[in-house]
């Protein structure tokens, strides 16, 4: 069995948990979750070594599975509950799989089939594996940050996306949510640096033109602030 194919397998099971997790609103495991998947390669080596704990490992996955099955079955009451029941089946899907091609590695079963796990769960993918890598890893510290404001954990939070950043500079999203967190602090300076990093990667996103309108007029660059207001008009009206 191959090591790289172990510690791959090892990050999509807890990151594939940690997704599902988040849509049940579960932050605190999802949480706990994502830190497993960025740790997968201590995670594997224990798990290669201890053939009992890998089997009580891929035995609790699969009553997490049962569990999240079950609750999905039972009959929603709102609209709410309807959308996060109708996200979490692909979820509960995409986690079965992993699930399966961990049993059959601890089985050491033949011809075992890795699927396109980056695809299956709308990560970019690259020819290079070590981008790919990157890649996965800051998708987890993203997803992990977005728990963390669900929680109410803005200071991690903005630990996790600054981390997903290092790993992908050109990864729009954590530059968005910092300085939405930042917005809100009233942090404006820093604010309006995450607003200018993530406008230069997405240019055409009429929100953050209106977004960083408010963040200018606050620092009194009216000028450059309706500039912005006008922007988003502009882009909004050529969407319309």
């Known amino acids: 069995m191959s090591k790289k194919k172990y510690n791959n397998c090892i990050f999509w099971l807890y990151y594939a948990k940690g997704l599902?997790?988040?849509?049940?609103?579960?932050?605190?495991?999802?949480?706990?979750?994502f830190t497993a998947s960025l740790d997968a390669k201590n995670y594997a080596q224990v798990l290669i070594?201890?053939?009992?704990?890998?089997?009580?490992?891929l035995t609790n996955h699969k009553q997490i599975l049962k569990v999240a099955e079950r609750n999905l079955a039972n009959k929603s009451n709102s609209s709410a509950d309807l959308s996060i029941k109708s996200a979490s089946v692909k979820l509960v899907s995409n986690y079965r799989s992993v699930i399966a091609l961990f049993e059959e590695l601890l089985n050491k079963s033949d011809n075992i089939i890795f699927l396109?796990?980056?695809s299956i769960f709308d990560i970019p993918s690259s020819k290079d594996d070590s981008k790919n890598t990157k890649l996965q890893y800051a998708y987890a510290y993203y997803n992990k940050g977005l728990s963390q404001v669900a929680i109410d954990r803005k200071t991690d939070a903005v630990k996790s996306f600054k981390t997903a950043n290092k790993l992908l500079l050109d990864f729009c999203l954590p530059y968005i949510q910092k300085a939405t967190i930042y917005k809100e602090q009233k942090k404006w300076e820093k604010s309006l640096k995450e607003y200018n990093e993530a406008i230069s990667l997405e240019s055409n996103n009429a929100e953050?033109?209106?977004?960083?309108?408010?963040?200018?007029?606050?620092?009194?660059?009216?000028?450059e602030a309706k500039n912005d207001f006008k922007k988003y008009q502009s882009l909004n009206s050529t969407k319309n």
């Open 49 to 57: 070594n201890n053939t009992d704990f890998a089997k009580e490992e």
């Open 208 to 223: 953050l033109y209106f977004n960083r309108s408010l963040v200018l007029f606050e620092l009194g660059r009216s000028l």
């Open 116 to 118: 396109d796990f980056s």
């Open 20 to 33: 599902l997790h988040a849509k049940l609103k579960q932050h605190n495991d999802a949480i706990a979750s």
